[in-house]
């Protein structure tokens, strides 16, 4: 739903925490020790692939570019496993050879998962909301033994793709309830959340009602997800993906009372009002969109990553400014 939206200084620390990581663990070697015994078994188009993998890999950027990836290593592992009729490559992959005291990829993730470099990528990402659902706070934490971290999701599953489970772009940093409800969900029906958004996708947020609730003939705000009509692009099926894996309009319409709130302080602090505050105070830094922020908890759309519910605020703030209360 929110972007993480990563400046290049951003990525430079991310890759230099990445490597910190890869160094120490010696994970490149593990790895090359996986690739050696997938060779022994004659499956060496797996075992090249596995060979190739440097620290660039983990650092991957972008949708199309993990698909790629993606591609590669299911193209060779299938047809190392029609040539040596059986299917368990990607089990080595992900856990080791069984009876072997070699680790697999989900192995490294759990290492990588619980280190110190992750937390402080983690800092670095400074995504302090989920950015599925922007509803829930997911700080980090490292004070001494006190550690507290958002889970991570892989955007593309590791139980499906576990080469790509330390891809440091393939985990997103999440709340519990979005990544308990998205688990192994294509990816095909979820955005990208460090390329997309409902921004980018012009989805947005509607309260219903709004008009017969000023005037105080219905109490009742209903929630939905709404999108503009774009050619070629049928967003219905990426609202219905949301509401299915992260039931975003089941719970945003149990935020009924805070779109009530927005709509009672959109009539009561209206342009003519924030002015007049501004000039109240015009020896305070205040201006209209301090006090916007203030009064409304509207955030401009890069802040929506580190505010819950600013999405849903500034949907319902632009759809309230579109009517003229005071004529109602």
């Given at each position: 739903?929110?972007?993480?939206?990563?400046?290049?200084?951003?990525?430079?620390?991310?890759?230099?925490?990445?490597?910190?990581?890869?160094?120490?663990?010696?994970?490149?070697?593990?790895?090359?020790?996986?690739?050696?015994?997938?060779?022994?078994?004659?499956?060496?188009?797996?075992?090249?692939?596995?060979?190739?993998?440097?620290?660039?890999?983990?650092?991957?950027?972008?949708?199309?570019?993990?698909?790629?990836?993606?591609?590669?290593?299911?193209?060779?592992?299938?047809?190392?496993?029609?040539?040596?009729?059986?299917?368990?490559?990607?089990?080595?992959?992900?856990?080791?050879?069984?009876?072997?005291?070699?680790?697999?990829?989900?192995?490294?993730?759990?290492?990588?998962?619980d280190?110190?470099?992750?937390?402080?990528?983690l800092?670095?990402?400074?995504?302090?909301?989920?950015?599925?659902?922007?509803?829930?706070?997911?700080?980090?934490?490292?004070?001494?033994?006190?550690?507290?971290?958002?889970?991570?999701?892989?955007?593309?599953?590791?139980?499906?793709?576990?080469?790509?489970?330390?891809?440091?772009?393939?985990?997103?940093?999440?709340?519990?309830?979005c990544?308990?409800?998205?688990?192994?969900?294509?990816?095909?029906?979820?955005?990208?959340?460090?390329?997309?958004?409902?921004?980018?996708?012009?989805i947005?947020f509607?309260?219903?009602?709004?008009?017969?609730?000023?005037?105080?003939?219905?109490?009742?705000?209903?929630?939905?997800?709404?999108?503009?009509?774009?050619?070629?692009?049928?967003?219905?099926?990426?609202?219905?993906?949301?509401?299915?894996?992260?039931?975003?309009?089941?719970?945003?319409?149990?935020?009924?009372?805070?779109?009530?709130?927005?709509?009672?302080?959109?009539?009561?602090?209206?342009?003519?009002?924030?002015e007049?505050?501004?000039?109240?105070?015009?020896?305070?830094?205040?201006?209209k969109?301090?006090?916007?922020?203030?009064?409304?908890?509207?955030?401009?759309?890069?802040?929506?990553?580190?505010?819950?519910?600013?999405?849903?605020?500034?949907?319902?703030f632009?759809?309230?400014?579109?009517?003229?209360?005071?004529?109602?």
């Open positions: 739903m929110i972007k993480i939206d990563l400046k290049d200084s951003q990525k430079q620390q991310i890759e230099r925490n990445l490597e910190a990581f890869i160094t120490k663990k010696n994970i490149l070697n593990k790895i090359r020790k996986i690739a050696c015994y997938l060779e022994d078994q004659n499956c060496g188009n797996t075992a090249e692939l596995l060979r190739k993998i440097d620290l660039n890999f983990f650092l991957t950027f972008g949708k199309q570019s993990l698909q790629n990836y993606i591609a590669k290593f299911e193209h060779a592992i299938s047809i190392d496993n029609s040539q040596n009729g059986g299917d368990n490559i990607k089990s080595i992959i992900a856990n080791g050879p069984e009876g072997k005291r070699l680790p697999g990829f989900l192995y490294l993730y759990k290492k990588f998962s280190s110190d470099e992750a937390y402080d990528i800092k670095i990402i400074n995504a302090t909301v989920c950015p599925y659902c922007n509803r829930q706070y997911t700080f980090t934490i490292r004070k001494g033994n006190l550690k507290s971290r958002p889970q991570f999701d892989h955007y593309f599953p590791k139980s499906q793709f576990p080469y790509l489970s330390i891809s440091v772009y393939n985990l997103i940093p999440s709340c519990a309830l990544n308990n409800g998205k688990r192994n969900s294509s990816p095909d029906r979820i955005l990208y959340p460090y390329e997309e958004s409902f921004e980018t996708k012009e947005r509607q309260a219903d009602n709004i008009v017969p609730y000023i005037l105080r003939e219905d109490n009742d705000i209903s929630i939905s997800l709404v999108a503009l009509e774009t050619p070629n692009e049928n967003k219905s099926d990426i609202i219905s993906a949301y509401n299915e894996d992260f039931k975003i309009e089941a719970l945003y319409k149990l935020h009924s009372e805070e779109a009530r709130k927005i709509i009672e302080k959109k009539y009561i602090f209206n342009d003519e009002a924030l007049s505050i501004c000039r109240s105070y015009s020896d305070a830094v205040y201006d969109k301090y006090l916007k922020e203030l009064i409304f908890g509207k955030y401009e759309v890069e802040d929506f990553i580190n505010h819950p519910l600013s999405k849903f605020t500034s949907d319902i632009e759809q309230i400014s579109e009517l003229d209360l005071h004529k109602k």
